[in-house]
């Protein structure tokens, strides 16, 4: 899986890019490479851009992760939008991950659009 992981300091975003076969390994590193930019850095917003993902990991996998997010160090604070390719096994995902970010009280949207995405996360009264 290609992904890449930087911190854009004019809006003070954390952008994370993944394509091609994302495996549970991978998703768990990029995950914890992600978390610990996010700390360094002490930003509060992430858009995830998953559009060339040509998989994804598993339900069991993406529920492990947010449910690690809190041991991990990661702020409540924190918006992350996440820009979702329109298959529906996207869809799925991102609906699961959705509403176990908000069982864990994460602040998590999915978006078709970067547009969109980055449009939720510089709205008035994000962090």
Known sequence: MPWDVRY???TETLVVTASGLVSDQEAG???AKAIALLKETQAT???SDCRRMASAPSLATVWWLVNDYANRGLSRETRIAVVQSKSPRATELGQ???TVCFNRRYQAKVFH???AAEAWL???GAP
């Open 8 to 10: 854009m300091h004019g």
């Open 29 to 31: 590193e990029l995950t």
């Open 113 to 115: 659009s970067p547009q």
């Open 122 to 124: 510089q709205a008035p």
């Open 96 to 98: 699961f991950y959705e």
């Open 45 to 47: 917003r992430v858009l």
